[in-house]
């Protein structure tokens, strides 16, 4: 046998389709703030800038693995030099002295050597910090701004939350006031098809937008008020109201 419920309890399934159309929205709308596209757009930002950080840090680091090595290199020709120039002072061989002039003389010119790769180095050193910490700076940048966002997401969320709650209490309110059977076969074809109640309206089915046959709308008028009518477009529940077009 076909459902029946009263037109007037048929008219709250449009108010339960409002509050469940609204949910929906809220429920998108919260999925959709733009703060979510902001935070997961900053989130690939950091994970480039993390990359580029260790890649700058790791350089960082070899060039200072390569300076101690000259620092180390430095001292030792030092060492040599201090040693050979004690020699020369306390040797009273002339070839003695000779061969170590010619070392000293060579150990100075690798000193220079040393000095002057030290100094490059050195600036490279300086120039890698400097992007080491302009590198920082920007994470540093782009962590403080996303945590301004989140607060911002936060808020967001909390509006939508506290408007999605008032609709659930609505539609709560609503839901009590219809019957069992009826709501039951509301929420079927709402769980279905994605809408339980359409308006008919000036002869069309708003849930689908489709002006209904004529031999349909005869059918429809046939119809007892009571009668529980489906919408042959979108599977709801199909509500007469004043403005039909009966």
């Not at 000779?98 to 790769?117: F, H, P, S, T």
């Not at 910490?133 to 403080?144: F, K, P, V, W």
């Not at 009571?226 to 042959?232: K, L, N, P, Q, S």
């Amino acid at each position: 046998m076909a459902l029946k419920a009263s037109p007037d309890d048929q008219a709250l399934l449009l108010d339960l389709q409002a509050f469940d159309t609204r949910l929906a929205q809220l429920d998108h709308r919260a999925k959709s703030i733009p703060e979510i596209a902001t935070l997961a757009g900053f989130e690939k930002n950091m994970v480039a800038i993390a990359l580029t950080l260790a890649e700058q840090k790791g350089g960082l680091e070899d060039i200072t693995i390569e300076l101690k090595r000259i620092e180390s290199d430095v001292v030792v020709v030092e060492t040599r030099i201090t040693r050979d120039n004690d020699r020369v002072q306390s040797s009273s061989s002339v070839k003695d002295v000779a061969a170590l002039e010619q070392e000293l003389v060579a150990l100075r010119k690798r000193l220079g050597d040393l000095e002057e790769i030290e100094l490059a180095v050195m600036q490279r050193m300086e120039d890698q910090q400097r992007e080491v910490d302009n590198t920082s700076a920007q994470r540093d940048a782009l962590q403080s701004r996303t945590a301004e966002i989140e607060v911002e997401k936060d808020a967001s969320l909390s509006t939508v939350a506290s408007e999605r709650m008032v609709a659930a209490a609505g539609r709560r309110a609503v839901e009590e006031k219809v019957p069992a059977d009826l709501l039951a076969l509301y929420e079927k074809q709402r769980s279905r098809y994605g809408t339980g109640a359409s308006m008919l309206r000036g002869g069309v089915s708003l849930a689908s937008g489709v002006k209904l046959l004529e031999n349909e709308m005869q059918a429809i008028r046939a119809a007892s008020p009571d009668e529980v009518i489906m919408c042959a477009s979108s599977e709801a529940i199909l509500v007469r109201t004043p403005e039909s077009g009966l």
